[in-house]
């Protein structure tokens, strides 16, 4: 009996800590900035914001997309994007008043913690949103770059 209740606890533990983000900082933040729109799992909102966990995989194994996915965060986009074959015509903030640590742990839970994307793929790190916020654009200009990242995936 002893073992099987210790099997259980065991089962439970593995549970709970699989439920445990990796990137905690990034999914307070997440939670706290962008869940609203896009929803805690990051699944979006129809009609409202995209589904960030759809484009974000593809664009975080490309130098250029992962570039994106900073200039996103950083500054915002606005304008009609297609994702996951929906429409979406919104306006996300910037949110350049975080640190550049938050908002790669933020990019980092929503590759990892809610994409799942594959290990092999490096997180992306300070340096890279220091890279972007040194190249300061406007929203519009997010959305262009975005462009061209869908237009040059396989």
Do not use: W
């Amino acid at each position: 009996m002893k073992s099987v209740l210790g099997l259980a606890v065991a089962l439970v533990a593995t549970a709970v800590m699989a439920d445990e983000p990796r990137y905690s900082v990034g999914a307070d933040t997440f939670q706290a900035n962008c869940a609203v729109c896009h929803r805690a799992n990051g699944a979006g909102n129809p009609g409202l914001a995209p589904p960030v966990i759809a484009d974000a995989p593809k664009f975080a194994q490309s130098a250029e997309g992962r570039r994106q996915l900073a200039m996103t965060v950083l500054y915002g986009m606005y304008g009609e994007i297609t994702v996951a074959e929906r429409r979406y015509n919104f306006k996300m903030p910037e949110f350049s008043r975080f640190d550049d640590a938050t908002l790669a742990d933020v990019l980092n839970h929503v590759l990892f913690d809610l994409a799942h994307l594959d290990a092999a793929v490096a997180p992306l790190t300070v340096e890279d949103i220091a890279r972007e916020r040194a190249n300061a654009v406007d929203g519009a200009a997010v959305r262009a770059h975005r462009a061209a990242v869908i237009a040059a995936l396989p």
